[in-house]
């Protein structure tokens, strides 16, 4: 028997009758066959928890619970009618019911008395859910997909566990702690960082290169020799954008079967746009570097983590997740390495300011030695202007456009500044300060803002609030309209009348913002307004550099689309972190970090910030190329 659990065993008294032990990733679960214990066990199994620092959660053997029909019936009639249940799913391997409401809050009772009751009387465990105010297809499949693979599931989280139990005992060998950059060095895109001690390998996201269609540079550089995908403990991913997250199908495809690690909004939304990156491919009769399979294995394999929640990941890595202010779910990485020898985080992308959406990044850990920063904006002429100056702007060049009789095109990522710029101009126009005019909203920017509305305890507090409220939830004003089809795109082409279109991808490299960019280019009553970061390389970034002739070959055809239409650049609601974000934050962290890495940045901009930090706090700083590894312990 696994060590961890002969030692839980010894603490509990006999009539506590385990039947079952398992691991759920780090979390041990125990099985009893006692009614009376799983109801009413006092403190003691808060105090094994105590001795053992590790999660623990009891659970009644599955014999014990009610047959699920039965069950189903008690839990509606126990559930008050304000809950809005919508579904009830039980999962008999676990012994858990899933219930999905409305208002959660109703559903749990006051001080978890419904709850409670559901325990007593069906002996199964109640975990609530939030419907989502906006129905989102992808939350569903991705639901399902676990769903029909809950046997699977179980067995994998099972086989994790023994992975970081197994080998509890400290290691004897030499200890050593180092971090190797195999994309991201000195570069936006293809961010990659591999973490290695004597007896752990753990990847820090797996991005690919948007700006390079295909090439050596377009992916993160596995073929380093310290990496060997057969090795791969886990994989922890911070956000949900390509350029992080774009080539974990891929390992899936090539055999990997470890865990990955992220919240779960980033889940979602990284499944969504590896789907919407095989859908692009198969429009342009492409190879897609992978394919729906290995979409749902990397599904299947994904644990989720909320903010602040604590998990062994290896035998000799503790992993946390922290706000990073980015994006929906998008989070900073820190790994207490080594056992606790080394205190280290990656702060993927950040922002450490508060927006519309999000809360500024986290600036305080339990410890700290060394901290991984990205630099997009970090040389010293990328200080940010104000937001406020950036919204008026906006609103102005909606105005001038309006007047023209134009259209307003606003190319997005789909995740983040979607979201922000979508309330931005909510408010705009139910404050007045806009005239009020269509905004329409293309398919997958409006999917990935349904998962905004499943998440709320991801946003910041006015926000969620908001949210909570049927008539004051700003995503779901009328101003907003969804557009999917080919013909309801021509529609909005063809018709005379003003309206902003939001629409991805954000560098003008692929999908209905090219579409459309390609159809109102050369109409110069028309505005085309950049809000995000364009990627060397990109056709997006050709135009703001003067580009104004364009060749489009479709089809072998060629083309040449003029640009005249009125380009607007607005980068001030960048959801990075700005020159300034940058250095606050670093000051701001607490405790004070010994060291600091710079990536994620043009080299100048890396080497610029690396060394104003150096200047600043009297830390070292490094700006590791690609391939560079640095010894941290
Ligand atoms: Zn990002
Ligand atoms: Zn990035």
Not at 108 to 118: A, D, F, S
Not at 146 to 161: A, C, E, I
Request: hydrophobic share 35%; proline share 4%.
């Amino acid at each position: 028997m696994v060590k961890i659990i002969e030692e839980i065993l010894n603490e509990l008294p006999k009539d506590a009758k385990i039947s079952n032990t398992y691991f759920e990733g780090a979390n041990i679960i125990l099985y009893t066959t006692s009614k009376d214990f799983f109801l009413d066990n006092g403190d003691v199994i808060r105090k094994v928890v105590g001795k053992v620092k590790k999660r623990i959660e009891l659970r009644p053997d599955p014999s014990l619970c009610m047959e699920m029909e039965k069950a189903e019936k008690e839990i509606k009639k126990l559930s008050p009618k304000d809950a809005g249940v919508t579904e009830i799913l039980f999962d008999p391997q676990r012994s858990i019911v899933v219930i999905e409401a409305e208002k959660p809050g109703s559903a749990i009772g006051k001080h978890g008395e419904i709850l409670r009751e559901i325990k007593n009387k069906t002996f199964w465990v109640p975990v609530i859910k939030r419907t989502p105010s906006i129905k989102s297809k992808i939350i569903e499949n991705i639901r399902s997909v676990l769903y029909q693979n809950n046997d699977y599931r179980k067995k994998f989280l099972n086989k994790v566990g023994h992975k970081i139990y197994d080998t509890y005992t400290k290691s004897k060998k030499e200890e050593w702690v180092r971090v190797t950059m195999l994309g991201g060095g000195r570069q936006v895109g293809r961010s990659s960082v591999l973490m290695q001690t004597p007896t752990s390998n753990v990847l820090l996201d797996c991005g690919i290169n948007p700006g390079i269609e295909t090439g050596p540079e377009s992916y993160p550089m596995l073929d380093g020799p310290e990496f060997k995908l057969s090795d791969l403990d886990a994989i922890v991913l911070t956000h949900a954008h390509t350029d992080h997250s774009g080539f974990i199908p891929f390992l899936y495809k090539m055999g990997y079967r470890g865990p990955l690690y992220c919240t779960a909004p980033t889940r979602d939304i990284s499944a969504l746009l590896a789907l919407d990156s095989i859908g692009v491919s198969f429009k342009q009769a492409k190879k897609n570097l992978f394919d729906i399979q290995d979409v749902k294995e990397m599904v299947k394999h994904t644990i989720t983590l909320n903010w602040e929640e604590v998990t062994d990941i290896t035998p000799d890595m503790r992993l946390t997740l922290y706000n990073s202010g980015h994006i929906l779910g998008s989070s900073m990485i820190h790994l207490n390495v080594g056992n606790g020898s080394h205190n280290f985080l990656y702060t993927g992308d950040m922002k450490y300011l508060k927006t519309r959406v999000l809360d500024p990044a986290a600036t305080k850990f339990p410890r700290l030695e060394t901290v991984m920063i990205e630099s997009t904006y970090g040389d010293k002429n990328a200080v940010l202007g104000s937001r406020k100056k950036a919204e008026e702007r906006l609103v102005e060049v909606v105005e001038e456009t309006v007047k023209k009789k134009g259209k307003i095109l606003i190319p997005v990522l789909g995740v983040g500044r979607a979201q922000e710029l979508l309330l931005v101009i909510e408010s705009a126009i139910r404050e007045g300060r806009m005239k009020k005019l269509p905004v329409y909203v293309q398919g997958m920017v409006w999917d990935i803002t349904g998962i905004h509305t499943a998440y709320p305890d991801f946003l910041n507090k006015d926000l969620r609030r908001s949210i909570f409220h049927k008539d004051q939830n700003p995503f779901l004003s009328d101003v907003f309209k969804k557009v999917g089809s080919r013909k309801e795109q021509d529609a909005i082409m063809e018709s005379n009348e003003s309206c902003i279109i939001v629409a991805t991808a954000g560098m003008l490299n692929a999908g209905a913002s090219l579409e459309y960019f390609k159809r109102m280019a050369d109409n110069a009553k028309n505005s085309m307004i950049f809000v995000t970061y364009q990627g060397a390389g990109t056709l997006g970034r050709r135009i703001q550099d003067g580009e104004r002739k364009i060749i489009f070959s479709d089809d072998g055809k060629a083309s040449e689309v003029e640009v005249k239409l009125n380009l607007e650049i607005i980068t001030d609601f960048t959801g990075h972190a700005g020159r300034t974000e940058l250095m606050q934050f670093v000051k701001d962290l607490n405790p004070r970090p010994r060291k600091i890495l710079v990536q994620h940045g043009e080299s100048s901009k890396c080497i610029d910030l690396a060394s104003s930090l150096h200047k600043a706090n009297r830390m070292e700083t490094f700006a590791p190329k690609n391939l560079e590894g640095v010894r941290l312990r």
